[in-house]
């Protein structure tokens, strides 16, 4: 099993575990951050079941949703058909993204992408926002890195907004945004309880 597959498996059985893992809402940021612009096409990466992408369909916007978990991405598509939206779901991680496909908002909550000394994943994202448009990354804040890898999850190998923000400085994009806010969760909604908001507009 290559690396890939050992990570789509790990995502499926924990989507595997509920009936339903999230919410079912839109991320407040999202909403806040996108609700007034024109619509266009948008790719939500690590989609998960879907909320993100059915509001941005909502909303008019022609949107490809993208994750590892096929658990996820079929739960994502029913959900589609219930609310009556169109949304292509793809299958993947960044590297099934076509190299020519640029799209006019990339959002991505909450990601596991992995870290490398060359950027992938940050370029990866960057890569798919056409000129003009804008990159919006929405992660945990206040993370304990001791309790995270007392938990098996080490923050230090994936990609931080720090990171993100790293590569972004060193193109041709300007961060309009990039701060931490309480997290739009109802009542019960557990520890994580603030964000760190990125947006970035592509030149």
């Known amino acids: 099993m290559t690396d890939a597959q050992a990570v789509a498996a790990e995502w499926d059985e924990r989507f595997s575990g509920s009936?339903?893992?999230?919410?079912?809402?839109?991320?407040g940021s999202l909403v806040a951050e996108?609700?007034?612009l024109p619509a266009g096409r948008a790719l939500d990466?690590?989609?998960g079941e879907g909320a993100d992408a059915i509001w941005l369909a909502q909303q008019?916007?022609?949107v490809t949703a993208l994750d590892v978990s096929r658990v996820a991405i079929d739960r994502g598509a029913e959900a589609a058909r219930r609310a009556g939206v169109e949304v292509t779901w793809q299958l993947s991680d960044l590297s099934g993204l076509a190299v020519s496909d640029r799209f006019d908002l990339v959002t991505v909550h909450y990601p596991a992408l992995p870290s490398s000394t060359d950027r992938r994943a940050e370029h990866a994202l960057m890569a798919a926002v056409a000129p003009g448009g804008l990159l919006l990354v929405v992660h945990h804040a206040d993370m304990d890195a001791e309790t995270a890898?007392?938990?098996g999850f080490d923050p230090a190998d994936y990609v931080g907004?720090?990171?993100m923000v790293a590569a972004l400085l060193a193109g041709d994009w300007h961060v309009a945004l990039d701060t931490r806010r309480p997290r739009d969760v109802a009542a019960g909604g557990g520890r994580h309880t603030h964000d760190v908001v990125l947006r970035a507009r592509h030149a």
Not at 19 to 27: A, K
């Open 60 to 62: 008019g916007w022609v």
């Open 149 to 151: 890898r007392a938990h």
């Open 34 to 36: 996108v609700g007034e």
């Open 19 to 27: 009936e339903q893992l999230f919410s079912g809402r839109p991320n």
């Open 45 to 47: 990466v690590g989609c």
């Open 161 to 163: 907004t720090a990171d």
